[in-house]
């Protein structure tokens, strides 16, 4: 077997991996923005114990793994890069279709008229499609109101929602 070529190309690949970013470089509003430090699970839990009724008393793991469901469209982190859905951190509070600068909102969510928080983001949780007619986002939506007061939960501690 001829060693040389073998090497050569090993040598060319790791030169290659070595020059080229090692993460996707966000754009527009997420550019600026750096990632903060995980929260503990004491902080967790103050965060939690702060949120208002039903929020403050959920269950955050299972929150975690309903948003297992949402990750593969939507990043919560801050900077985090707009996917097929925009990123959410920082969604709380603001009016529907103005979180992310970048983000291309449909109509509907454009004119929705509301402002995000719980009892909103629950409704189009149950089902988007029903809640805001016209809107992009296929998901199909989440029938258990538990599982939903568990993500919202979990949105709001992992975004470091402080409810005014």
Known sequence: MRLGPILVAAAFASLAAACSPSQPQATGDQAATPAAPALSAEEKQKLLAGLPAPYNTADLANGQAKFALCQSCHTITPGGANMTGPNLHGVFGKPAGTNSATFKYSDAVKNAGFVWDGPHLDQWLEKPQTFLPGTKMTFAGLKDAKDRTDLIAF??????????
Not at 155 to 164: F, I
């Open 155 to 164: 949105l709001m501690v992992e975004t470091r929602h402080t409810p005014e």
